[in-house]
């Protein structure tokens, strides 16, 4: 089969439309303007007579007007099949409803979130060349209500110091970096010679910063190294403004399960002032004040798995008071992070890690929650609910007490939450559209279509949000939190409680 190494182009729309066909091998393919390469991407070769499984959508207008070359071993039939567009490429498979997920490609942690001017801001790690982990770079999109969003382009694209792997962001309230106080400052880890990066060979994990004035709608990299290699991987900067003691501090992971924080008053220059070992934890963290139900707040250090720690902090040391506990009662969850700039309430996106079987993106967000801090016999524990604007829109559908049975199949095209007041029971199973979920009290087991979960604790009440795909099911006023993949695709069919004893219940459809 012939293939050619080079394909030029003139650019006269703000979209370069790249074909992918999933495959296991993909090639380097470089671009660049005039002699200048400017991005790096690993693609699948499409050979004659393949079709396109769909298109990645590659932001292009700083470079409308110029000649783009493409350099790569490629067929023929592969740049052929390239275009250009006004829009961004869509899809037409089905998606979750509520839950986000990307247009297409792979999706993991949450990235750069901040709340600016009505706008919920959801960057996310991504690749739009393949349903598996690569190329990493920041997807985007917004919202004004946590639940219904919009995708907007590729945020930062990788460059020769590397890929871009996950960080953090806030509004630029001090006017700093030359910046007016309206711009937006994102922090993120510039992963030179990682696996996904061929071009940045030799590089090194260093911690840099990108920033938006025009809200958002476009992310410019600084170029300079904030935070030096501090050790081999460090990632992740979580960055907060800490106000009792004037600065702004960075949480970082280093590697193997060490964590540190770091301080800064402009930005740019950082101090190390403490390195945290943890036995378990690891990437992610999320060093930041959480208010306490008795009043008050506590610190915690929230990590990947979902492990946080709960103590003090100063600006400059965390003091750990607590053992980990676990956020999640299972392992699909993780990466959670939470939102700056949010006035009084702490909201968390967590990264659901599902296959999507079938369909051509991988990976969604879970619906965020708002974190609360109990205070029990053994130390404070997170209370995740469900967000305020989910409850909001809930629409009632049913309203069954003390009753043992009932069903309901009028409800379609809508995902649902059904709360259970379940005290008396020892048997339950419900039904809903499809997904069978069963307790046992005896033996204390919590099944989801055959998958089984140990639960550490009698069950008093549920909280089950389904939507395509996905069973989040939170129980005991949302202190436990489970988390299921489905294969659920029809938004209709039956919905059902049966117990051995009376239960008292609450549907309502959300849209």
């Not at 493409?70 to 099949?81: D, S, V």
């Not at 702004?248 to 945290?276: C, G, P």
Request: net charge negative; with cysteine; proline share 4%.
């Amino acid at each position: 089969m012939q293939k050619n190494t080079s394909y030029k182009t003139k650019i006269e729309h703000p979209f370069l439309l790249i074909p992918v066909k999933i495959k296991e091998n993909a090639e380097r393919l470089s671009f660049y303007i005039e002699e200048q390469k400017v991005l790096e991407y690993r693609v699948f070769p499409l050979e004659e007579g393949e079709t396109v499984d769909y298109y990645a959508s590659l932001p292009v207008t700083p470079w409308i007007g110029k000649t783009i070359r493409l350099e790569g071993n490629y067929p023929e039939a592969f740049y052929t099949q390239i275009k250009q567009a006004d829009d961004p490429a869509e899809s037409d498979q089905v998606h979750p409803l509520m839950h986000f997920t990307p247009v297409n490609g792979w999706m993991n942690d949450p990235n750069g979130l901040v709340f600016e001017d009505g706008i919920y801001h959801l960057f996310y790690q991504h690749n739009a060349f393949g349903t598996k982990w690569d190329n990493m770079s920041w997807g985007h999109a917004v919202s004004k209500d946590l639940l219904h969003w919009e995708h907007r382009s590729m945020a930062i694209l990788p460059d020769e110091d590397g890929t871009i792997f996950s960080g953090s962001g806030l509004c630029n309230e001090k006017g700093l970096l030359g910046l007016s106080e309206n711009a937006l400052i994102f922090f993120y880890t510039s992963a030179g010679g990682s696996a996904d990066s061929p071009w940045s060979e030799g590089g090194q994990f260093t911690q840099r910063i990108a920033y938006s004035t025009d809200h958002g709608a476009t992310l410019h990299k600084k170029g300079e190294v904030i935070v030096p290699n501090l050790t081999e991987g460090n990632r992740d900067p979580k960055v907060y403004w800490h106000e009792e003691s004037k600065g702004y501090i960075m949480s970082l992971y280093l590697k193997n399960h060490v964590y540190a924080i770091l301080r800064s008053e402009d930005l740019e220059h950082w101090e190390l002032t403490q390195k945290l070992p943890f036995i378990t934890a690891r990437e992610c963290p999320d060093l930041r004040p959480v208010p306490t139900e008795e009043g008050g707040e506590k610190w915690i250090l929230f990590t990947a798995s979902g492990e946080y720690f709960t103590g003090d902090f100063d600006g400059f040391y965390f003091t750990n008071l607590s053992e980990g506990r676990m956020a999640y009662q299972n392992e699909l969850p993780y990466a959670g992070q939470t939102y700056s700039n949010l006035q009084g309430r702490v909201v968390l996106v967590h990264w659901m890690r599902t296959e999507n079987p079938g369909k051509y993106y991988t990976g969604m967000m879970g619906i965020p929650r708002e974190l609360t801090l109990v205070k029990g016999e053994e130390g404070y524990i997170l209370r995740q609910s469900v967000i305020r604007e989910w409850k909001e829109q809930r629409v009632p559908v049913r309203e069954e007490k003390e009753q043992k049975q009932w069903e309901e199949e009028a409800v379609r095209d809508a995902a649902l939450e059904l709360q259970l007041n379940i005290q008396g029971a020892l048997v339950l199973s419900v039904m809903i559209y499809g997904q069978k979920i069963s307790y046992q009290r005896k033996t204390g087991m919590l099944c989801v279509n055959g998958v089984t979960c140990k639960v550490k604790e009698d069950l008093r009440n549920l909280s089950i949000l389904a939507d395509r795909e996905i069973l989040e099911v939170a129980a005991n006023d949302d202190t436990l939190l489970y988390f299921f993949e489905t294969d659920l695709q029809d938004l209709a069919g039956k919905i059902s409680v049966e117990a051995d004893h009376n239960v008292d219940s609450w549907l309502w459809r959300v849209q």
